[in-house]
């Protein structure tokens, strides 16, 4: 099994990935997971806490000469911004955060609770997923996130191929498929930040080159499709998750919804076998499983929580309102929303591919990944 817990706070020394089960063999290479912790930190709208801190990863265990041992592997990405000791607590619960539902929890502090609760922990998630990308791309896999929708303003991806959409997306300030809305979706966030507000918005992830039976229809705990939506939703602000057509499809017919079944024998040596579908509306996964197809989900993230306006709040020792405390924070982080999706997303596919393929080393994983696809051809 292949899994992974993350140890730190905000303001603390060091933030702490433990990557359990992660398959011998693996040649790793640091910079990809330095690349996704600074596009993490980018897109417009983010704080002054991103012009802090320059995330870097430091890998302190389970490889040795740049490869996998097959033994627990700790990544850790050091906080400059180092400073939980002197911080006093918050007086005032922020609403939207887990300030007031933590403290009456552990019958403690505020600040004991947001120094944990904070977004800045996705750091070592995004690490942990870029990781996994370097064991997915040993099989032809990819995950790919960006912004869809921002402020309630859409996005719509021009028509390019694969390839150029990551090149639009990796010049966009907003991390979108159409840098010509760059601009107007700027002016809305400077817009929101003047009215010391805050904005939200979705992003989605596509998974291409996934084989057949990814996940399981056997168990519910084991299906892909409730594996992913847990490990989104548990990003902080995410507060809705839908596969393919998603909530749409519950607005239409049956045949306006399910993917007719197609052959095409010049596709039979990829990993869809030659099944092909002329649409996608279940986002590659029935059953809980996957279908060949790419996988597409979306993550819908709300505004930010921490307001420079602040809401009505209370004083928690004297009970008498008061504005809500503030800690510095962006206008918008949707851009870095759409990162940390794409990498919680490629990690749970890696567990699947593990869970599928048995997870002792890479190069028997390869062998059993071409046995299946060569047995599944013959089905």
């Given amino acids: 099994m292949l899994r992974y817990w993350t140890a730190g706070e ?6 702490i990935a433990l990557v359990d089960g992660f ?34 990863v430091n ?11 097959g033994s627990p592997i700790a990544l850790e990405v050091p906080n400059r ?28 502090s505020i600040r004991g609770v947001l120094e944990r609760a ?26 790919f996130g960006y912004v869809v929708e921002l402020g309630g303003e859409r996005i719509e991806p021009v028509d390019a191929p694969l390839d150029g959409l990551r090149s639009i997306r990796d010049q966009s300030e ?68 839908e596969i393919g057509m998603g909530f749409e499809a519950a607005r239409r017919r049956g045949s306006q919804v399910h993917d007719p079944i197609q052959y095409d024998a010049s596709q039979r040596d990829t990993p869809n076998l030659g099944y092909v579908r002329p649409t996608n509306n279940a986002g590659g996964i029935e059953g809980g499983m996957t279908n060949g197809q790419p996988l597409v989900i979306r ?10 306006r602040p809401l009505e709040s ?27 999706v794409e990498n919680v997303v490629a990690f749970e596919v890696a567990c699947a591919l593990v869970d599928k393929f048995g997870g002792d080393s890479l190069p028997e994983m390869k062998a059993r990944y071409e046995l299946f696809l060569a047995m599944a051809r013959e089905r």
């Avoid at 996704?36 to 320059?54: A, D, H, V």
């Avoid at 209370?314 to 982080?333: F, G, H, M, P, W």
């Fill in 10 to 15: 905000s303001h603390g020394k060091t933030l």
């Fill in 23 to 56: 398959p011998a063999s693996v040649t790793i290479d640091v910079e990809p997971i330095n690349v996704e912790l600074r596009r993490r930190q980018g897109g417009y709208g983010r704080g002054g806490r991103q012009r802090i801190e320059t995330d870097a």
């Fill in 59 to 69: 890998i302190l265990s389970g490889v040795w000469k740049g490869v996998t041992l």
């Fill in 81 to 108: 911004d180092y400073k939980l000791e002197r911080l006093d607590d918050l007086p005032r619960p922020r609403p939207g955060h887990a300030d007031l539902t933590g403290a009456m929890k552990f019958l403690g």
């Fill in 118 to 143: 904070s977004a800045r922990e996705t750091a070592v998630r995004v690490a942990a997923g870029a990781l996994a990308k370097q064991l997915l791309a040993e099989f032809g896999i990819t995950a």
């Fill in 174 to 241: 907003m991390y979108g498929l159409n840098l010509a809305r760059d601009e107007a979706i700027k002016q809305h966030i400077d817009a929101a930040g003047k009215d010391g507000d805050t904005l939200g918005g979705i992003v989605e992830v596509r998974v291409d080159g996934l084989p057949f039976g990814l996940g399981t229809h056997a168990q519910w705990d084991r299906k892909l499709d409730g594996r992913l939506a847990q490990a989104v939703m548990a990003v902080q602000a995410i507060k809705g998750v």
């Fill in 299 to 308: 993550a819908a993230k709300k505004p930010i929580s921490t307001l420079a």
């Fill in 314 to 340: 209370i004083n928690l020792e004297t009970k008498q309102k008061q504005e809500a405390s503030y800690e510095r924070s962006d206008v918008c982080a949707v851009p870095a929303a759409s990162v940390i």
